[in-house]
C-alpha cells in the first residue's frame, strides 16, 4: 500500500496547530482536511470601498464588509495617520461591517485611506483614495495701476484650482473677447489682458471671474488712462 503523510494547519485557541494525516489506497495516495471545533478563521474583505473624488464641502462614507472570526478590531488610517472618531470623521463597527465617515470634506483631506480589520488568527487591510477637487482661486490678483494715453494697457493674474478652470475678462462689467486691439491670453494656471493701445475710453474697472466645478472667485483693478 502507498501512503503519504500531510501536515494540516489550523488555528486553535490561538495557537497554530500541525496534525499529521496519513490517506492512502491502492492505486493513489491523498490530502483530507479536517478542522476541530475552535477553529479561528483570519479576516477577509467581502467588500471593499472605491476611490472616490468629491466636491468639497459633501459628507462621504466609506463601507468595508468582511467576514472572519470575531471579536475584531478595527482601525482606520489616513496615510499611516491611525484615525479616531470626532469633529470631522466617524468610525463605526456593527457585526462584519465597518464605516468611516468623513463629514464635509476639504481638499487637505485628499490622500490615501486603508482599513484594517484583526482578529486572534490574523489580519487584513483594504486601500482606497480620495480626491477633493480645489475650488478655482487667485494666486496673484489684479491691481489698480495708470498708464499713458496710446501706451499698451496688460492686466495679469494667475491662480490655482482643478481644472478646467473657465476665464472671464469684462470692462466695467461687461464682457471683453478677443479683438484687433485686445489680447487674452490664457494657461492652466494664469491669464492676460492685453490692450494694445489705449485711448481715454479705456479708462475703466476691469475684472477677472474665474470659476470650475468647485467653485469661483474674482478679482478687480480700477485701470486710470491719462489724457495728453
Not at 459633501?58 to 478595527?74: A, I, K, Y
Not at 482578529?119 to 491691481?143: I, Q, W, Y
Amino acid at each position: 500500500l502507498n501512503a503519504c503523510l500531510a501536515w494540516n494547519f489550523f488555528i486553535y485557541s490561538s495557537f497554530l496547530v500541525l496534525v499529521p494525516f496519513y490517506s492512502s489506497s491502492r492505486s493513489t495516495s491523498h490530502l483530507g482536511f479536517f478542522f476541530p471545533l475552535g477553529y479561528l478563521e483570519p479576516p477577509s474583505f467581502e467588500q471593499t470601498p472605491d476611490s472616490v473624488e468629491v466636491l468639497p464641502g459633501v459628507s462621504l462614507t466609506f463601507t468595508s464588509v468582511f467576514r472572519g472570526t470575531p471579536p475584531f478590531q478595527v482601525k482606520w488610517f489616513k496615510g499611516s495617520r491611525e484615525l479616531v472618531s470626532g469633529e470631522s470623521c466617524t468610525i463605526s463597527l456593527e457585526d462584519f461591517v465597518t464605516e468611516l465617515e468623513l463629514l464635509e470634506v476639504e481638499p487637505s483631506q485628499s490622500g490615501d485611506y486603508s482599513c484594517l480589520v484583526t482578529n486572534d488568527a490574523g489580519s487584513a487591510s483594504c486601500a482606497m483614495h480620495l480626491f477633493v477637487k480645489e475650488p478655482a482661486t487667485f494666486v496673484k490678483r489684479l491691481a489698480d495701476f495708470s498708464v499713458e494715453s496710446g501706451s499698451p494697457i496688460v492686466l495679469e493674474a494667475t491662480y490655482s484650482g482643478t481644472p478646467p478652470i473657465s476665464v472671464s475678462w469684462m470692462k466695467n462689467e461687461f464682457p471683453l473677447s478677443q479683438s484687433q486691439n485686445c489680447s487674452i491670453i490664457m494657461t492652466e494656471k494664469s491669464t492676460i489682458l492685453e490692450i494694445l493701445e489705449s485711448t481715454i475710453e479705456d479708462y475703466a474697472q476691469y475684472s477677472c471671474l474665474i470659476e470650475n466645478e468647485a467653485g469661483q472667485d474674482i478679482c478687480e483693478a480700477l485701470v486710470s488712462v491719462l489724457g495728453v
